[in-house]
């Protein structure tokens, strides 16, 4: 199981610490938990502009290709 989420986060997510608590504690009883800090390949992608992009980088298409709106 994957979160971007912490162990205390889930508690706004549900509205309700004390099922969260035993949730997690379920969960989390027999497993191994991975903390991995730093962005993964899909943000650093979007922070340097290159997901969802094909074709031409907006920068090079010509007014009327990008519908005549200012970026």
């Known amino acids: 199981m994957t979160s971007s989420k912490s162990d205390g986060d889930w508690g706004e997510v549900f509205n309700d610490q004390i099922l969260v608590t ?9 497993a191994t ?11 650093r992608e979007m922070k340097a502009g290159l997901l969802g ?4 980088p907006r920068a ?6 990008v519908g005549g709106t200012e970026v």
């Open 22 to 30: 035993a949730i997690l504690e379920r969960l989390l009883y027999h």
């Open 53 to 56: 992009r094909k074709g031409k």
């Open 33 to 43: 938990s991975v903390n991995i800090e730093g962005d993964g390949y899909g943000r």
């Open 60 to 65: 090079e298409l010509k007014e009327e290709e």
